[in-house]
């Protein structure tokens, strides 16, 4: 394998591309754009530039998602948030604005890619946004599985515990979002 050399330049950091077609990113770019292993990422072309961004499965369902979120709020009473492995996608509800574009910490989004659904309460949902406090007690979470793969989760937001039904509210949310991502 070749080496790769980089340096810096007016425009950003040059890379070489080695002999298999890769470009390594950064360390600081991937820590300041919350990128970890195995996140999917997009290469847009145009002319003789590249771009690449971070990509959101969600992206191609994402009208479907915005008004069942928002269906979801209003039947729950509730905020409703679609979250990547490392960020909130779409934010619905009361206190949508508070969320819309929150960064996940660390070991929340540690927590949805473990795949479980399960409920959180008091103080185990204190620490669960790098960027900001939440503005609730208790949170159902749902993960967004397509064909084996994790897209995000599902998340429904309270002062109180959910009820048996908002829960059932929140998966049949989840099993639409993923019969559409099919």
């Known amino acids: 394998m070749s080496t ?26 991937r820590r300041t754009m919350h990128l970890k292993e195995g996140d999917e990422m997009e290469i847009l072309s145009s002319g003789d530039a590249l771009t690449l961004r971070k990509y959101s499965s969600f992206e ?35 206190d949508k604005k508070h969320y819309q574009s929150a960064k ?3 070991d929340f989004a540690s927590a949805v890619r473990e795949r479980r ?10 620490n669960m946004f790098a960027d900001r406090e939440p503005l609730f007690e208790n949170c159902v979470m749902e993960p967004v599985i397509v064909g084996g793969d994790l897209m995000g989760a599902a998340l429904l937001l309270s002062e109180s515990k959910a009820s ?11 099993e639409l979002i993923t019969s559409a991502l099919i």
């Open 4 to 29: 790769l050399s980089s340096t810096m330049t007016a425009a950003g950091i040059v890379r070489r591309i080695d002999e298999l077609g890769r470009i390594v990113i950064p360390k600081e770019m």
């Open 60 to 94: 191609s369902v994402m009208p479907i998602i915005k008004s069942t979120a928002k269906l979801l709020a209003k039947a729950t009473e509730s905020t409703v948030l679609f979250v990547d492995t490392s960020a909130v996608t779409v934010s619905e509800g009361k």
């Open 104 to 106: 996940l910490s660390e």
């Open 117 to 126: 659904a399960e409920e959180l309460q008091k103080n185990n949902v204190k």
């Open 164 to 174: 048996e039904i908002d829960r059932s509210y929140l998966h049949f949310c989840v």
